[in-house]
């Protein structure tokens, strides 16, 4: 067995290096080899076929991977798959998810390569967190550490990345599909927005850059996205195609600075492709699977892939795709085509490029890599191509020395000390209070002077963010305060109008757009619920705000995500405030409660100034 890596060996929970003593990258691999590393596998839930019971057949796999089958282990090691992709549902307690990457790690290390796992997650922070909040520290998100860098320069970006890359390090997780320089120039973006710095494309590449380094600095491989930008979409790639009509000179001015500042300054291990035309970089066509003649998505475009990205830009690391389930391919490509595309386009790595839920897609699996290999073959794909593709990704690999050499016991105790602990905590709360931003303050309505006995209506898009911010308030004040509430997902209106007449102050809040099928995991959650998304509150929420400026009432708009929605309510407030975030980290019987609460408290309460600024523009306000 070839396993030179295994001098190479970071040992999770002792930290201790081990130079390589040849270049693995040199060694020869066979085609197959080759292929098996170009995958990168979704585990999330698999349906073991037991003797004498029948198919699952159609019936939709719900049984989430927490320890690693048996099945799943012997195609990794057969196929010598170079990696695999974690969702939350891989994720129960710390010492499991341990066991189960260092379960990948061995079913890897008996292969006949005996190459470790890229093992990756999608832990942006802020929207897009796949560990528990109450377990590990998932922060306020990119467009809150956009809103801090007037005051604090890129210093949430580097610590927010170096916490999360401790953490990831810590669990067993080498790759993060992080951080997002899409430059957000669309306030109908409906799957960016918030998980951009901002609109400002230096300001992105600054942000961005220095959460690459916060991640590679500390061991774990950052994966820029999503090339080359889905900043001004208006369609979810996971439930569409989009399609930017930026020209040329728009793409090179906007969508294009941060990718190309960072590959300039850092060459990050692993960049994004984005599921999106872009007629102005390439204009060729593709025929849909069901007979449609379409414009070609970034994706499988070797104009855009190749040309740009490698030739004109020069980067050298590994292009990944984003995942070939999304809407964006599967409504046009099958599965086994779209890979082959991706591979033709110049892309490294074809992410869930199948799904695998129960014995029989394993079949699916071995067509796959037969498929791929006849087509290497019969020249449709460049031989010469797909070994500096899996060169590119074993370099990858040595680079960060990676193992499949490790220590469950000190592993376990080192992350149950070091995930979200206080230190990390700390600095996840000091960046959600620095991005509290005052648009707004007439009247001197802010800070709130309550009085004993200060009746406060607090209206959110639901209950647990109308208590998660009631105990903020009770907490960050001696005053006894007497507090109602209107959740937007449902309220009686005669009682409601009433609680808004007998109140003193009103805090009034949004939360939009809707969630994005990434924020819940990914397109298996659209398939069970389409109307998974919280409903259109907007007008729900006017009508309040219109009737607690008749009744002449104080009252506060706070913003919740992305701040457009200050443009629609602003005007309703005295005062109006924008978080970025209303993540919730501890939810239990006694507590709710979440960074962007107690800050937005503090705020409210004059305990601490609003500093952030907007880093987006909302009807002329910058």
Known sequence: MLNKFALSSLVIGLGCFMPLQSSFAESALTLKQQLGQKLMLDLRYYCEQKIGEQDIGEQKCRTPVTHLPA?????ITKHNIGGVILFAENIDTVPQVIKLNNDLQKAAAKSALGLPLFISIDQEGGRVARIPRDVGTSFTGNMSIGATYKEHGTHFAKESARIIADELLALGVNVNYAP????NMNPDNPVINVRSYGEDPQLVAKLGGA?????????????LKHFPGHGDTNVDSHTGLPKVMHDKETIWQQDLPPFKEIIKNQQPGMIMTAHIQYPALDNSTFVSKEGKTMIKPATMSRKIITDLLRDELGYQGVVITDALDMAGISHFFEPIEAVINTFAAGVDIALMPIEIRSPKDLAVLETLLERLENEVK?????ADEVSASATRILKLKEKFNLTTQLDDEAAIKKAQLLLGDQHHRKVEAELALAAITEVKNEKHTLPLKLKENTKVHIIMPDT?????????????????LSFSCTSLQGFEPLSTL????EADVIIAANASPKQSAVEVGGMDDLADNPEFAIADQSAALESLLKQAKLANKKTVFVSLRAPYDIAQFGKFGDAVLATYAYNIDVDTDEKIAGPAFTALAKVLLGKAPAKGQLPVTINGIN
């Open 464 to 480: 647990r963010k109308c208590f998660a911010l009631q105990q903020a308030l009770r907490d960050n004040t001696h005053t006894l």
């Open 498 to 501: 009433k609680e808004l007449n």
């Open 71 to 75: 099945d799943l282990a012997n195609i």
């Open 180 to 183: 997002t320089v899409d430059v």
């Open 378 to 382: 019969r020249g449709t794909l460049n």
């Open 211 to 223: 959460q690459v380094a916060g991640f590679e600095n500390n061991g774990v491989i950052s994966s």
